[in-house]
């Protein structure tokens, strides 16, 4: 597992179309079938059959080496991580915002729709009664097609706002930035999870089906109703942080021996700004399920706010900083986010 390997080619895109353009001539794509094809993805041994990848080992480098470029030393990240202590890593739990209206209960259900349906394609199985099913690479699996889909909504969510900031000719209050450090931060989760695993033909199809879907679905419901859309998000982190939560206690328990020692690939490193001594496969785990518990409060709140004229609570300065506000940072977490009447 140490030696566990991105083998990607550096256009993804080319690969993505030409693992569906694949897909299609030989695929009947039945559920059991796209479930079999993700059970057969090539496991993370290198030594083992890749029999689901398009790609040969010689030309494949997800992430080349930095170019020494005459003029430019470093591009830093746009949205430096805040900073997050080991206790507050540590006090993230698995929280549900009960239902209250049928707003609340719509995009619950369709939480539940997606979390079923993924299980099917991923192969995920967590249930602590029944004998041990998930391992490292299944583990991976999950995690790689959840941080695809993740970081979806709030790019939509940004866009959608700034248009309509453009269109309207008015201020949006501050939520774009926040919505967008939010798909950046995804998409930071899944680049890490890339330096550790190997997607084949069949996961890149299935994520190109799943973006398509997704993102076009989403920003549908978003122009219909964005408060239910923050909702949803809420709810979808909610489950983020509950499967993080159970990778955790798997790695905890040693379920999962070859990630007992493993180091956290330099991205993340750089990324979480982990501390010397505090960068194994478990701390970033911690990190994760931070971020994930951030989001989950960060959309929950904002579905309780009146989208149009509410400024963006996670960003603006209060006129009593001494009582507990939301935040960047991890300071006064909500698990079911802040109501409208403590904050505006
Ligand atoms: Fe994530
Ligand atoms: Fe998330």
Redesign the pocket.
């Known amino acids: 597992m140490s030696t566990t390997k991105v083998l990607i080619t550096p256009t993804l895109t080319t690969n993505i179309f030409r693992a569906a353009s694949r897909g299609f001539t030989i695929s009947t794509a039945t559920a059991a079938g796209l479930r079999a094809g993700y059970t057969a993805l090539g496991s993370l041994n290198p030594a083992s059959h890749r029999n689901f990848s398009v790609s040969h080992k010689s030309q494949l480098e997800f992430f080349p080496p930095p170019k020494n470029l005459p003029n430019i030393k470093l591009t830093p990240a746009s949205w430096p991580h805040p900073e997050a202590r080991e206790e507050q890593l540590k006090s993230i739990e698995i929280a549900h915002r009960e239902c209250r209206t049928l707003s609340d209960k719509t995009a619950y259900n369709m939480v539940r729709f997606l979390r079923w349906a993924t299980d099917l394609v991923t192969g995920y199985r967590h249930d602590p009664n029944k004998p041990y099913v998930m391992n490292e690479r299944k583990w991976l699996i999950r995690f790689i097609f959840l941080e695809t889909v ?1 970081g979806v909504p709030g790019m939509v969510a940004g866009m959608l706002r700034h248009f309509r900031s453009l269109r309207r000719m008015k201020r949006d209050n501050g939520w774009i930035e926040t919505l967008l450090e ?1 798909a950046y ?2 998409r930071m989760h899944l680049l890490t999870f890339l330096k550790m695993a190997e997607p084949g033909w069949f996961m890149k199809l299935m994520i190109l089906g799943a973006q398509g879907v997704f993102s076009n679905g989403f920003f549908l419901a978003y122009v219909v109703s964005p408060k239910t859309c923050h909702r949803f998000v809420g709810y ?2 909610e489950e ?1 942080t509950k499967t993080y939560t159970y990778a955790i206690e798997d790695l905890e328990s040693g379920k999962l021996p070859a990630w007992q020692n493993l180091e956290a690939p330099e991205i993340a490193v750089k990324y979480w700004n982990m501390p010397e001594g505090h960068r194994s496969m478990k701390d970033l785990l911690l990190y994760i399920r931070a ?2 518990a951030k ?1 989950r409060e960060i959309h929950h709140t904002l579905g309780n706010l009146n989208q149009a004229e509410d400024p963006n609570p996670f960003v603006s300065e209060y006129k009593d900083p001494a009582k507990p506000h939301p935040g960047k940072g991890f300071d006064h977490i909500k698990p079911k986010g802040w109501e409208r009447e403590e904050v505006i």
């Open positions: 993740a939010d931060n995804e979808l982190e983020a971020d994930e989001h």
